[in-house]
């Protein structure tokens, strides 16, 4: 069972990327699917969410508008699309997949409650 982003690089300010979480050996639709993000000497901290079986996604509000957060479960990943990135965005992104709950709307951000990890993707968004 394993998670694997990719796609993160450097980008300039202003530019986009798009990030990618695969999962093997489990189906990601079942799953609630979560981006987080750590900076150095910042606290990691919840980007965007996916509600598995159909649900609904979630942002945190400085994302909101700017990253979207996709599934196709065909290819069964998770996507995160990035645009308008500044350098506070610049970060290691992680995905993390956990089985859903009705409480998801109110602690997706609390990444204690997942058990699949991804190892992370550097982004880094400079001049």
């Known amino acids: 069972l394993q998670l694997v982003e990719s796609g993160g690089s450097l980008v300039q300010p202003g530019g986009w990327m798009r990030l990618s979480c695969a999962a093997s050996g489990f189906t990601l639709a079942d799953y609630t699917v979560a981006w987080f993000r750590q900076a150095p000497g910042k606290e990691r901290e919840g980007v965007a969410c996916?509600?598995?079986?159909?649900?609904?996604?979630y942002y945190s509000d400085s994302m909101k508008g700017r990253f979207t957060i996709s599934r196709d479960n065909v290819e069964n990943a998770v996507y995160l699309q990035m645009s308008r990135l500044q350098p506070g965005d610049a970060a290691i992104y992680y995905c993390a997949a956990k089985l859903p709950s009705i409480w998801d709307p109110w602690n997706w951000r609390d990444g204690k409650d997942y058990n699949y990890w991804g190892q992370g993707t550097q982004v880094t968004v400079s001049s």
């Open positions: 996916t509600i598995g079986n159909g649900g609904v996604e």
